[in-house]
């Protein structure tokens, strides 16, 4: 067991209606002008956005807004934030939406709290030192970055997608109101539900001893997702398997399911980013193609952990040895991405890179680590070339 810093300042509030309480919660984390930040026109058209400037205007907030956030949120827009929540005196960053908002969120937060360029933190040229307060409307159940310190961001200059994270970003408060999830898709839900999976899987495969506790933990969270994925593919309608998902969603990434452990391998994340930053897929969805040959190409290094994945969390019986439980439990999550009509190849997650574009992703992977990626089985690039390949 490694020694651990578990830390979660995130103030939740869960439930019907809970959003009618932005205001307050806005005042009680001293907040008093606020940037609203949001993606495309369903906050608008559910009328949620007005809800919430209603919640701001009842407390005698003042604000100003910023849409347009984009799936991989782009540094442009983040650079309009910073330029607009500097000139209009903002203290406080409310994001309304998903993990892509949020993550938008959390750079011009480090943008307003820091001089200087703000992809030099993404490049790992600096370390900031400070964030602006972030607050969190949920409402879309999938990157739990209402209560991570990460945060993910696409350059459109090269097409570079990089992630930073400190502590100083974790947002004050999460308002999250599973209804709100109920106008996504069956696409966006289980790309969702791939994502919070993935959150957990990447820290369940570890080199560690580990924790037993820990273990069981993300265990019986992958369990929960994967049978209420499964729920809403039948019954989108579904309050109770929402709420599920989306309360895994926050413990996914919160870092309870990392404790007493390695940090865990990333590699299938580190991969797709790519990806998704060149060819601008869908998170979750670009998880799904490349993870199961992301896990044929390195379950030897540790065939008794991918065992212990498939008698535990994908319910494999029966005898044989730790490489043929590990083949079986692949097998069996790939199976489980096609039942929620998620794609487990590049083809059919609608990309056919060329050879130059995959040694030019895998490059950029292994250079945004800064090293071999994984743990595993660290990758070098040629590795990381292999699994694309295996993935097309």
């Known amino acids: 067991m490694r020694n651990f810093v578990f830390n979660t300042p995130t103030k939740v509030v869960f439930g019907k209606g809970v959003e009618e309480s932005v205001g307050r919660l806005v005042r009680e984390y001293g907040g008093s002008k606020v940037l609203i930040h949001y993606g495309g026109g369903s906050a608008v058209r559910s009328g949620l956005l007005a809800r919430v400037k209603a919640s701001l205007d009842n407390e005698g907030l003042p604000w100003v807004e910023l849409g347009g956030v984009a799936p991989n949120p782009r540094l442009s827009l983040v650079r309009t934030g910073i330029e607009l929540g500097g000139?209009?005196?903002?203290?406080?960053?409310?994001?309304?939406?998903?993990?892509?908002?949020?993550?938008?969120?959390?750079?011009?937060?480090?943008?307003?709290?820091?001089?200087?360029?703000?992809?030099d933190f993404y490049e790992k040229k600096r370390v900031a030192s400070g964030c602006a307060p972030i607050g969190v409307v949920l409402t879309i159940a999938a990157a739990g970055s209402e209560m991570s310190s990460s945060c993910v961001i696409t350059k459109e200059e090269g097409w570079i997608k990089r992630g930073y994270s400190s502590e100083y970003s974790r947002p004050r408060f999460a308002v999250m109101n599973p209804e709100l999830t109920l106008t996504l898709s069956a696409?966006?839900?289980?790309?969702?539900?791939?994502?919070?999976?993935?959150?957990?899987?990447?820290?369940?495969?570890?080199?560690?001893?580990g924790m037993e506790i820990t273990d069981g933990i993300a265990e019986a969270l992958l369990k929960t997702v994967m049978k209420n994925a499964l729920v809403l593919r039948d019954n989108p309608s579904s309050y109770e398997?929402?709420?599920?998902?989306?309360?895994?969603?926050?413990?996914?990434?919160?870092?309870?399911?990392?404790?007493?452990?390695?940090?865990?391998?990333?590699?299938?994340?580190?991969i797709e980013h790519e990806l998704s930053g060149l060819f601008d897929v869908a998170h979750g969805a670009g998880l799904a193609a490349v993870w199961g040959s992301w896990a044929r190409y390195v379950?030897?290094?540790?065939?008794?952990?991918?065992?212990?994945?498939?008698?535990?969390?994908?319910?494999?019986?029966?005898?044989?040895?730790?490489?043929?439980?590990?083949?079986?439990?692949?097998?069996?999550?790939?199976?489980?991405?096609?039942?929620?009509?998620?794609?487990?190849?590049?083809?059919?997650?609608?990309?056919?890179?060329?050879?130059?574009?995959?040694?030019?992703?895998?490059?950029?992977?292994?250079r945004g680590v800064g090293g071999p990626v994984g743990v595993i089985r660290p990758l070098s690039a040629e590795d990381i070339m292999e699994i694309y390949r295996m993935a097309r």
């Open 87 to 119: 000139r209009e005196n903002v203290d406080f960053v409310l994001a309304v939406g998903g993990g892509s908002v949020i993550d938008s969120a959390k750079a011009i937060g480090y943008g307003l709290a820091n001089e200087g360029d703000i992809w």
């Open 299 to 366: 379950y030897r290094a540790d065939a008794a952990r991918f065992a212990r994945f498939a008698h535990r969390v994908m319910g494999v019986s029966g005898a044989g040895t730790d490489e043929e439980m590990a083949e079986k439990g692949i097998e069996a999550m790939e199976n489980f991405f096609r039942a929620i009509h998620m794609p487990t190849s590049l083809s059919e997650l609608g990309v056919s890179p060329t050879e130059e574009q995959v040694r030019d992703m895998a490059e950029k992977c292994r």
């Open 187 to 209: 696409y966006q839900t289980a790309s969702g539900c791939v994502d919070i999976l993935m959150h957990t899987m990447e820290r369940y495969f570890h080199r560690s001893g």
């Open 241 to 270: 398997a929402r709420a599920e998902v989306m309360w895994a969603g926050s413990l996914s990434h919160n870092g309870l399911t990392g404790c007493g452990t390695d940090g865990g391998d990333w590699a299938s994340h580190k």
